[in-house]
């Protein structure tokens, strides 16, 4: 018999589960049925015939409807990112699913489950949302010197600093275009612009702005929080990986590859 | 100028290499060099493929045997642990098995505990085998950590929550001794820390801290640990998954609408677009 030293702590809990988002007002005869239901003080039943899916979003995840401008510039973003192709790490995901007859239910979740890493996925927006805060604060300069020197006579691989990488030795164009268009805005995106002036100085490095770094420095100057950017991009990935994964659904394993043994290399065993 | 990052993608196109193994069509499935079906079937334990995997190396059956003790101390069948909570869950709402499962495993991945506080809870003591070699002391060392978590204690590894102690602990130090382990030095530093701990903050180890240091002076890295531990609540997952799954629709822990407290904005109505602009 082990000993037991374990003992409670005097943690007192809650009651009941307390929230800020959903009210339900029960039905007179049956606490457990809601008769009416009201998202952050407003009639579910009026958001859905005044409202669209934007102004939900940041009504669930913000607490506010949004300003005309805000949702604008979010409604952007959220198209922007709505596919970012089949090569992206969620799309091969939800395409491998749903070539293999995963549970239909199960592929949405697989693949934002895999593109969840720091290397393009949700933690990357995190990531870049954490770096830019704090640099975009200090002088352009001292931060360029901090990536000093370049290479000279490579090309770079990979993450400069969180937010700003490099694909396959050149700077990503769409990020970078679609940073220019952003900027183009009514809304005054003070860190994106300083992101577009340090992508300036990066001339010639063959490091950009990344897709992760961009979502995060357009979600700092709408002034959404960290926690709340990394899931907007997951909102805003999910179209394209549930299409992919739809779009596999029940073909044949032959329509993608399968590597023959000559071009799937197990080290000591190779002729 | 040259582009490696280009030359190095283009080299892997269209290319798997694996250290691992694979399958050879008619052949056999090879696993680190092992023939899996003739070499490594009825021949080894769940466990010790399990670390061959991670690791490349064949373990030891002792090793691997304390490994899956560790894995039942992290398995109980309580839905009220927040993992398995989602395994109830999962199984009143008919979620298929692994979807359920998984996602409570997935729940688990976690800073406070699981796999995921294990990281922390090595870096911890690694820093303080080497805060140690430096000159501090316990007590210094806990002060930087208080410092650095707004005045309170908040130490990986040796602080729980619900309650205090860990009956894991002494259990897993009863398997250890009876598959022939002695303490290393990790073990041993993270038991005068304890010590410590519980004679002037009332704070003693848990079984994060206690594997943690085990495992460390078994030479594993946080990372490699990280991996290898990724699934060890699960079995408590399926048993609340299982018992759920197995009632009635819908009934576990049935909330009313009063088991929510409301604490948003009051009953409004929209505002007009212009007062959006």
Redesign the interface.
């Known amino acids: 018999m082990t000993t037991k030293n374990e003992r409670k702590r005097d943690d007192v809990f809650a009651e009941s589960t307390p929230t800020a988002i959903c009210l339900e007002v029960a039905n007179p005869t049956n606490e457990y049925i809601a008769q009416k239901r009201y998202l952050r003080g407003y009639d579910v039943e009026s958001l859905a015939l005044n409202c669209d899916f934007i102004d939900s979003l940041y009504l669930n995840l913000v607490g506010e409807l949004p300003e005309e401008k805000v949702k604008d510039v979010l409604n952007q973003l959220m198209v922007a990112y709505s596919n970012l192709g089949a090569r992206y790490v969620g799309s091969r995901a939800a395409m491998n699913a749903g070539i293999g007859r995963t549970n239909i239910s199960h592929i949405l979740p697989i693949a934002l489950c895999a593109s969840s890493g720091s290397v393009d996925g949700s933690q990357a927006v995190i990531d870049a949302y954490i770096n830019i805060s704090k640099l975009s604060k200090a002088d352009i300069t001292d931060v360029l010197n901090q990536f000093k020197p370049f290479p000279e006579n490579d090309l770079p691989v990979g993450e400069l600093t969180a937010g700003f990488n490099s694909l396959a030795g050149n700077r990503d164009p769409i990020a970078n275009s679609l940073l220019k268009q952003f900027l183009k805005c009514s809304l005054d995106l003070s860190t994106t612009n300083w992101c577009s002036n340090i992508q300036d100085k990066l001339e010639n490095t063959g490091f950009g702005i990344s897709l992760g770094g961009l979502f995060a420095s357009i979600c700092i100057d709408l002034k959404i929080d960290k926690k709340t950017s990394l899931v907007l991009f997951q909102i805003a990935i999910a179209p394209s990986l549930a299409a992919f994964g739809l779009e596999k659904y029940g073909k044949p394993l032959t329509e993608m590859p399968f590597l023959s043994e000559d071009k799937y290399k197990i080290e000591g065993k190779e002729d | 100028?040259?582009?490696?990052?280009?030359e190095?993608?283009r080299h892997h196109h269209?290319?798997?290499?694996?250290?691992k193994?694979?399958w050879?069509?008619g052949e056999a499935v090879?696993n680190h060099?092992f023939n899996m079906l003739e070499e490594l079937v009825g021949e080894v334990s769940y466990f010790q493929l399990v670390l061959l995997n991670v690791t490349g190396e064949l373990k030891s059956k002792q090793l691997c045997d304390w490994l899956e003790a560790s894995y039942i101390c992290m398995s109980w069948p309580d839905p009220r642990i927040w993992c398995n909570y989602i395994g109830a869950l999962s199984g009143a709402s008919r979620?298929?098995p692994?979807?359920g499962i998984l996602a409570g495993t997935?729940a688990s991945d976690s800073k406070m505990y699981g796999p995921g506080s294990l990281p922390n809870c090595m870096k911890f003591l690694k820093g303080l085998k080497s805060n140690l070699s430096s000159g501090m002391n316990f007590e210094e060392v806990i002060r930087l950590n208080r410092d650095s978590n707004d005045g309170k204690i908040n130490i990986p590894g040796f602080s729980r929550?619900?309650?205090?102690?860990?009956?894991r602990v002494?259990?897993m130090q009863?398997v250890g001794k009876n598959l022939g382990f002695t303490k290393g030095s990790f073990e041993i530093l993270a038991l005068e820390f304890e010590t410590h701990l519980k004679n002037n903050h009332d704070e003693?180890i848990n079984i994060g801290g206690y594997t943690s240091a085990f495992l460390l002076d078994q030479g594993f890295t946080p990372e490699t640990v990280y991996e290898f531990t990724s699934t060890r609540v699960t079995a408590g997952v399926q048993a609340c998954y299982s018992e759920y799954a197995n009632k009635a629709k819908a009934d576990f822990l049935?909330?009313?609408?009063?088991?929510?407290?409301?604490?948003?904005?009051?009953?409004?109505?929209?505002?007009t677009?212009k007062a959006?602009?």
């Open positions: 100028m040259t582009n490696k990052a280009l190095k993608m269209g290319l798997i290499q694996s250290t193994g694979g050879r069509i090879y060099g979620t298929t692994a979807a997935l929550p619900i309650a205090k102690g860990d009956e002494g259990a009863r003693s049935p909330l009313s609408i009063e088991d929510i407290a409301y604490t948003g904005q009051p009953v409004r109505q929209l505002p677009k959006l602009k």
